[in-house]
């Protein structure tokens, strides 16, 4: 018996809801904000038949629009369109200038007043990529808003770069590559720190220089000397696992590979630091994003120092295949090496 009632009750709502809407039809607008520094293009749809009644305002709809950034008006630039949309609709779309960057952007929808009773705006602003867009409800009485762009915190934008660096590492095959070469040879997990380590803080210097704009090389020089970086390593790897005396040749390679480690990480520091700046690097926490990428390189790079350690001790036990698979690994980091240079050359 309940379920009967409440069946009814939900039959007269829907024909409750029905005869409202064929009394009073529900009219809606939309508005796209998109801020991009100075700038915010404007992007409004409407139903044609709400602009029937109103030739001219289809293109007057944006000059009755307010726009005010920090407290002063944002100036409507020329170039206005207005295009048809399917579905009987209309397309309007401009753009407007404010006197510095916005982070607040306060807008007043005068064209509401002419429009039929009960209209609708709803309006959908956004702060450039990253941030959720923010939404607003606006009608004749109500016919103005404020957004503000929302600052993330200090701990959000350091994960955010902890995430991007292990990324980093991750999916740049050359430092990748650049890493592996490296361990080849083998040693104590005391020596394979320290080179990791040399590596680390020489990469930590350049990063920084960069990414500050104390002094950053152009990546038409960066790109292949990191290839070319691999391809040395690979090298001195085949040089060492030559021959008969192949143990004492690696352990003079492994005596000053730190130094090798060192000299090529400031090289690819500075290739670190051309993806971070196409990251867009705030300038706002710098020293946090800049600490939180390079810790992500970091972890990345002890991730893969903690994978390789148990597979070279595991081969280590039978030194001849050991040899074979360092020989192997090294002539594939070479050869992509060669490959990386010369098509890094070409493209300059």
């Given at each position: 018996m309940r379920a009967i009632r409440l069946r009814e009750l939900l039959g007269l709502a829907l024909l409750l809801l029905a005869a409202r809407a064929s009394a009073h039809p529900l009219r809606l607008s939309y508005a796209d904000y998109d801020v991009r520094g100075d700038s915010v293009s404007v992007r409004l749809?409407?139903?044609?038949?709400?602009l029937a009644g109103e030739p001219d305002l289809a293109r007057a709809t944006l000059e009755q629009i307010s726009l005010r950034a920090a407290g002063e008006p944002c100036a409507l630039s020329p170039g206005r369109s207005v295009a048809a949309e399917e579905q009987d609709g209309v397309e309007i779309r401009g753009m407007f200038r404010c006197a510095r960057p916005v982070s607040q952007l306060e807008v007043q929808l005068d064209f509401l007043a002419a429009?039929?009773?009960?209209?609708?705006?709803l309006s959908r602003i956004s702060f450039g990529d990253g941030e959720a867009p923010l939404e607003r409800v606006s009608q004749a009485g109500a016919a103005s808003f404020t957004a503000q762009a929302q600052r993330p915190s200090a701990a959000a934008t350091a994960?955010?770069?902890?995430?991007?660096?292990?990324?980093?590492?991750?999916?740049?095959a050359d430092h990748l590559a650049f890493i592996l070469g490296l361990l080849l040879l083998g040693g104590t997990l005391r020596a394979l720190i320290g080179i990791v380590s040399?590596?680390?803080l020489a990469h930590s210097l350049t990063l920084a220089l960069a990414a500050l704009g104390l002094w950053a090389p152009p990546a038409r020089i960066i790109e292949p000397l990191i290839a070319l970086s691999i391809v040395l390593v690979a090298a001195e790897n085949l040089s060492a696992l030559r021959g008969a005396a192949s143990r004492d040749r690696g352990d003079q390679a492994l005596r000053h590979r730190w130094a090798l480690a060192f000299a090529f990480g400031l090289i690819h520091g500075f290739g670190f630091a051309s993806a971070l700046r196409e990251m867009d690097l705030p300038r706002a926490g710098l020293a946090t994003s800049l600490v939180s990428f390079n810790l992500g390189v970091e972890l990345g790079q002890l991730a893969i120092l903690l994978c390789c350690v148990p597979a070279l001790r595991a081969l280590g036990r039978s030194p001849r295949l050991y040899r074979v698979c360092a020989v192997a690994l090294s002539w594939l980091i070479g050869l992509a090496g060669l490959a990386w240079l010369f098509q890094r050359i070409a493209a300059r």
């Open positions: 749809r409407f139903a044609a038949a709400d429009l039929p009773a009960g209209h609708t705006e994960l955010r770069f902890l995430r991007l660096g292990v990324e980093h590492i991750f999916t740049g040399a590596f680390t």
